[in-house]
């Protein structure tokens, strides 16, 4: 297995598991809300195009029966990643989708230093040091 599709499921299977855990059974229904998270969808549309969409009365694929059934167990998820980089291993399309879905969903925010604070956003008050009196 290549180092990049090593670095694509590890960065994919969480965020089909997030999709999972957000849309439960109806991951893989062709229609569903848009009005959530990035990451949410990017999961969401990972496992289409994994395991393809699906009507209301279409079963899902065991793999995500089992992962619906027990979102802890490890050897569902170990089964989620090995399909994962099957597929990615033979489509080099989903390869670079996938790519472009973990580029714009990841972020980092990195504190660094002493009383150092990482934040992405901050609506109120964020102080560090000794002795600060902060009046409003």
Do not use: C
């Amino acid at each position: 297995m290549s180092t990049e599709i090593a670095e694509l499921v590890n960065a994919g299977a969480p965020m089909a598991m997030t999709a999972l855990g957000a849309y439960g059974s109806a991951v893989l229904l062709r229609t569903q809300d848009e009005a959530v998270t990035s990451t949410v969808n990017a999961g969401r549309r990972l496992l289409q195009r994994m395991f393809g969409t699906r009507a209301d009365d279409e079963a899902n694929p065991e793999i995500l029966v089992d992962l619906l059934e027990d979102p802890n167990d490890a050897d569902s998820f170990a089964a989620l990643r090995r399909e994962m980089r099957k597929i990615l291993e033979s489509d080099k399309d989903l390869v670079t989708w996938l790519r472009q879905q973990v580029n714009a969903t990841s972020q980092s925010i990195i504190a660094s230093g002493d009383r150092s604070i990482a934040i992405e956003a901050n609506n109120g008050v964020a102080s560090t040091g000794d002795n600060n009196q902060l009046h409003r």
